[in-house]
């Protein structure tokens, strides 16, 4: 990735490497050794710094989540998963991959699977649930504001962040993905303030993005969509 001051990150050319992926997940182990690398000094990962300011207006939810260990057949523990700055680099590098793939079929004149999450029918019950904790957000959907909002009520309240934070998701809602084309503008991603975004990080786990590097593929071929 390379930062254009004005669009944002932007891709180098794109070329097709050939991977090995595995069935398991294995963003922990990479978050422990990103997680080192933090610890040890200055972290120099190329588009690191992109990455961060790609998920810089995201909204910053605080969703439980368990890790369940087993030993044989029999559990053996359940442990929470807390946030760290190794998870949270991860994840914003996934932010800017989407979205430098999303651009680039579009540049190219391709089809595309966009992620799209609709800005809130129900914006005005969260403002209400702003105005009750003294804050006052604009009158329609802002997807920044909402994220300042959050993160000042996380650190002013972190006990209380959690149920403010299941709240404020459902009444988002939930997202969808839609074929987009060259000639059509897709609505955009709210939660995470990005206006063009895909899945295609995932291919192991997502049929979506299994979708889209076929589309890559294509497009790298110089081949019809498939």
């Given at each position: 990735l390379r930062r254009n001051p004005h669009l944002g990150p932007e891709p180098r050319p794109i070329h097709l490497r050939r991977r090995k992926i595995h069935p398991v997940t294995i963003y922990r182990s990479a978050s422990l050794f990103i997680g080192l690398a933090l610890l040890a000094g200055p972290f120099c990962l190329p588009a690191a710094a992109h990455a961060a300011e790609a998920g810089s207006a995201a909204l910053d939810f605080e969703l439980s989540e368990t890790r369940v260990r087993f030993q044989g057949h029999e559990l053996r523990s359940l442990e929470p998963e807390l946030p760290n700055r190794a998870k949270s680099l991860i994840e914003n590098l996934m932010i800017a991959s989407n979205g430098v793939v999303a651009r680039f079929l579009d540049r190219r004149g391709s089809l595309s699977i966009r992620r799209v999450v609709h800005a809130p029918e129900r914006w005005d019950r969260i403002v209400t649930i702003a105005q009750s904790l003294g804050v006052t957000l604009p009158a329609t959907p802002d997807p920044r504001a909402l994220s300042?909002?959050?993160?000042?009520?996380?650190?002013?309240?972190?006990?209380?962040?959690?149920?403010?934070?299941?709240?404020?998701?459902?009444?988002?809602?939930?997202?969808?993905?839609?074929?987009?084309?060259?000639?059509?503008?897709?609505?955009?991603?709210?939660a995470l303030a990005v206006k063009d975004y895909s899945h295609s990080t995932a291919p192991n786990r997502r049929y979506p993005d299994l979708l889209t590097q076929r589309l890559i593929k294509a497009v790298l071929a110089s081949q019809p969509s498939p």
């Open positions: 300042q909002f959050l993160r000042a009520r996380k650190a002013a309240d972190p006990r209380g962040f959690h149920e403010l934070s299941h709240t404020v998701i459902r009444l988002v809602g939930a997202g969808e993905y839609l074929v987009d084309t060259p000639t059509t503008v897709a609505p955009g991603h709210f």
